[in-house]
């Protein structure tokens, strides 16, 4: 039996299992979670969801939960909930005042292009907007959001515009000019909290002033960040329980109104079956984000009539080569490299880990990108081919033995690590399908799995031997994650993160820059070209397959849809309901 059928038949045994699970009277997933309405039942008192997210987690904030790998799926999406932007990203992808009075344009001249090539951008808190604990939000909390975020001892908050920005100046107590050294392409969005760019998260001065002046190495770990965190958003917290769940009470002040549903409960958890009993027992009416596999969501359809499954693209997989001292050295060669893409059969994997419902990543942008008919010409194709491989892999000075395993001069066996991230049941999967073709192509693998207590280490996340497993989100705002900018070393105590194959060039660099300040589309979309011939001619990354996973939604909920690439579903949280 091949490994592909091996993972279908575990799977279905699994969804088998969990359903008598969930169907026992008195069973854990039938109890959990008992103050949420039943399915199709009519709600008494408060209005309530309760949403799950898999994963534990540890704070409230993406970026921090994002330093060192250690990312949990769907706290951005709840952080969301809590603290809004000045802009927002709605269900068209098209950005929209939230907590602004207006989008800056170049129309409404809000952003204005100076003849010396710098620019502003000019942005006016609308009246009345307030901090969860009543105070007001002004442009003070602006000027020092842009602060923390750009003070280099602190790091986490980084965002790509900072690098373009010369200052944030406050006019009055609701206007900000933000002062632009260059051209940036998405300058409209800072200070957004859902934006395509990661961009620089509003902060209350308020509160975190005095922590930031006074102990900077511990401002990340101050309680603010989980248990007291205080927001701009639609809902407030009410309860925070780590790895266990949140409680979210309307905001009765949210500037775009106050929510339809009076509370939302977010549960952590991490295990994927009791997941999947969870929603099979009522007790989860949607999942944030990634939860089920696409696999697991089609198994849910066929034993659930409680609701619908949104099929989104989610991004991509991906396999991370070395490029700083890698072990063994051969990873470091090109021509390995590209060896190693032309030995998996990732349409294999499409057919069955995706159950024939995606595509073949040839590059990380989603063939669907409308400007993908002039970045195509520039991609470099790598088809299935075993036997290419090896004779490429054997013009490297290997000879392959009689265990069809490739032996160097010293007759050591041609060996690395592939490590993946536990936790995510989809990537150890493909990692252990993509080294069943490594070693049928004559190298000997090692699929390491990275426990839960190492990913915030962050010098053994960025200085794994040979290849690393993970996922990429298939939109241009990922770029910002290469060149050398952002790349860990010791130099820097690995807490500059990004770019994860720690790939340093200088014209790379140089085409990343011209990017994020090119305005003209045509012109950027040439150098999108650019940038991603150099990534797959040079196998900076390799693209695997791209990921539709679904999104779990309750028939009581209204006006409720799925994320996508660069929207969050949290997008109009104040409109979210539940059927009566």
């Known amino acids: 039996m091949s490994i592909h059928k091996r993972f279908g038949a575990t799977w279905l045994l699994l969804a088998l299992v969990v359903a008598g699970c969930a169907s026992q009277p008195g069973s854990p997933a039938s109890t959990a979670g008992s103050s949420a309405p039943q399915q199709g039942a009519a709600p008494s008192g408060p209005k309530r969801i309760v949403a799950a997210v898999k994963g534990d987690g540890h704070t409230l904030s993406e970026l921090i939960n994002n330093v060192g790998g250690a990312s949990v799926i769907g706290v951005d999406e709840v952080e969301h909930l809590l603290n809004a932007g000045m802009v927002m990203t709605d269900d068209h992808g098209n950005l929209q005042p939230q907590l602004a009075e207006q989008v800056p344009t170049l129309d409404n001249g809000l952003w204005k292009l100076l003849p010396d090539g710098t620019m502003t951008t000019t942005l006016t808190i609308k009246p009345g907007v307030m901090w969860h604990d009543g105070a007001p939000f002004t442009s003070a909390d602006l000027v020092f959001s842009y602060q923390v975020a750009a003070d280099r001892e602190i790091g986490t908050f980084k965002a790509p515009s900072l690098d373009s920005i010369s200052g944030v100046e406050a006019v009055d107590d609701r206007t900000v000019v933000v002062h632009w050294k260059s051209s940036y392409i998405d300058a409209d969005q800072t200070f957004s909290q859902a934006a395509s760019q990661p961009a620089i998260q509003p902060m209350p001065k308020h509160l975190l002033e005095q922590a930031y002046l006074s102990d900077k190495p511990n401002f990340t770990a101050q309680s603010f960040w989980s248990s007291g965190y205080i927001g701009t958003g639609a809902f407030r917290l009410k309860e925070w329980d780590m790895s266990n769940h949140v409680l979210l009470d309307a905001n009765p002040d949210f500037i775009m109104g106050r929510p339809k549903v009076d509370q939302v409960e977010v549960k952590f958890i991490n295990d994927t079956s009791a997941l999947f009993a ?98 195509d010409p520039y991609i470099v194709h790598y088809p299935y081919d075993q036997r290419a491989a090896q004779q490429a892999i054997a013009s490297l000075g290997y000879t392959r033995g009689s265990d069809g395993i490739f032996r160097g001069a010293d007759g050591q066996p041609l060996s690395l690590e592939l490590r993946v991230a536990a936790g995510d049941d989809l990537n150890q999967k493909a990692t252990l399908s993509v080294a069943n073709d490594w070693k049928n192509a004559g190298v000997d693998v090692q699929p390491a799995i990275i426990p ?85 001619d040079q196998v900076i990354q390799m693209t695997l397959f791209f990921v539709t996973e679904p999104t779990v939604l309750s028939n009581r909920l209204v006006n409720v849809e799925g994320a996508r690439e660069g929207v969050s579903m949290t997008w109009n949280a104040e409109k979210w309901d539940v059927k009566s």
């Open 452 to 536: 839960g207590s190492r990913v915030t280490d962050l010098e053994y996340t960025a200085t794994f031997p040979a290849f690393t497993f993970t996922r990429f989100k298939n939109d241009l705002s990922r770029l910002n994650k290469f060149g050398t900018k952002n790349t860990p070393l010791p130099a820097n105590n690995y807490r500059i993160t990004g770019n994860t194959p720690r790939y340093m060039d200088p014209a790379f660099d140089a085409l990343l820059d011209r990017y994020f300040v090119t305005i003209p589309k045509q012109d950027r979309m040439q150098l999108v070209g650019q940038i991603i011939h150099t990534m797959t």
């Open 278 to 375: 969870n929603i099979l027992a009522g007790a989860v009416e949607m999942t944030m984000n990634r939860g089920l596999s696409l696999e697991q969501g089609v198994q849910l359809q066929n034993q659930w009539n409680g609701g619908r499954l949104e099929q989104k693209a989610t991004g991509q997989l991906v396999i991370y080569p070395q490029f700083i001292d890698p072990q063994p050295s051969v990873v470091g060669d090109v021509r390995f490299r590209r060896a190693m893409v032309q030995a998996m059969d990732r349409q294999g994997m499409v057919d069955t880990l995706m159950q024939g419902q995606s595509t073949v990543a040839e590059s990380f942008l989603n063939p669907g990108f409308a400007g993908h008919d002039i970045v």
